[in-house]
T-cell receptor, first 112, second 117 residues
Framework: SQELEQSPQSLIVQEGKNLTINCTSS?????LYWYKQKYGEGLIFLMM?????EEKSHEKITAKLDEKKQQSSLHITASQPSHAGIYLC????????????FGTGTSLTVIP | KAGVTQTPRYLIKTRGQQVTLSCSPI?????VSWYQQTPGQGLQFLFE???????NKGNFPGRFSGRQFSNSRSEMNVSTLELGDSALYLC????????????????FGPGTRLTVL
């Protein structure tokens, strides 16, 4: 089973539409990270959330970590073709500092 | 600052061969982690090295090994390659030990695409 579940698995949206990607864990999340990956390439860091209720924004992307620190959402406003790619959440589950888990990934396609 | 570099970018091998991948971390970073990414399993943690010592290890067979040099550069070796080892191998560097914990952001390299025929 996956420690971090992401939904949806894939998303196809029209340019200009808003969208939300979710990342859920059965355990408390410590240092929840969001990354973007262009197909077949390395990961690009988007933002990190640590405190329950925390919300961060960068350009048109906003990420939140819920109060219980078991779910995070990534929201893109007015999507553009440049937003296309795979979005991955990652976290040290259980605060062991021993292993970093990644979510299952969400593939985003933005149609011009 | 230069980013994380990985060499080679692409590699084609046949079953039974062995392969060595290289990762140079960001200057000043002492931790290097390796990940395997496949369509079926997603991104999975292989191991982490810090100050030339393996600190953490994921659930991979002993055919997967690594090492880290005094300049923090790391190599990953896979022996007796199997078809299922075909994947994108990513390395990430961070300042502190302990994978990506609090305030310990990981920076990823572009990856090495390994194809096993």
């Amino acid at each position: 089973s996956q420690e971090l579940e992401q939904s949806p698995q894939s998303l196809i949206v029209q340019e200009g539409k808003n969208l939300t990607i979710n990342c859920t864990s059965s355990k408390t999340l410590y240092g929840l990270y969001w990354y973007k990956q262009k197909y077949g390439e390395g990961l690009i860091f988007l933002m990190m959330l640590q405190k329950g209720g925390e919300e961060k924004s960068h350009e048109k992307i906003t990420a939140k970590l819920d109060e219980k620190k078991q779910q995070s959402s990534l929201h893109i406003t007015a999507s553009q073709p440049s937003h296309a790619g795979i979005y991955l959440c990652g976290a040290d589950i259980g605060n062991t500092g021993n292993q970093f888990y990644f979510g299952t990934g969400t593939s985003l396609t933005v149609i011009p | 600052k230069a980013g994380v570099t990985q060499t080679p970018r692409y590699l084609i091998k046949t079953r039974g061969q062995q392969v060595t991948l290289s990762c140079s971390p960001i200057s000043g970073h002492r931790s290097v982690s390796w990940y395997q990414q496949t369509p079926g399993q997603g991104l999975q943690f292989l191991f982490e090295y810090f100050s030339e010592t393996q600190r953490n290890k994921g659930n991979f067979p002993g055919r997967f090994s690594g090492r880290q040099f005094s300049n923090s550069r790391s190599e990953m070796n896979v022996s007796t390659l199997e078809l299922g080892d075909s994947a994108l191998y990513l390395c990430a560097s961070s300042f502190r030990y302990g994978a990506a914990g609090q305030y310990n952001e990981q920076f990823f390299g572009p990856g090495t695409r390994l194809t096993v025929l």
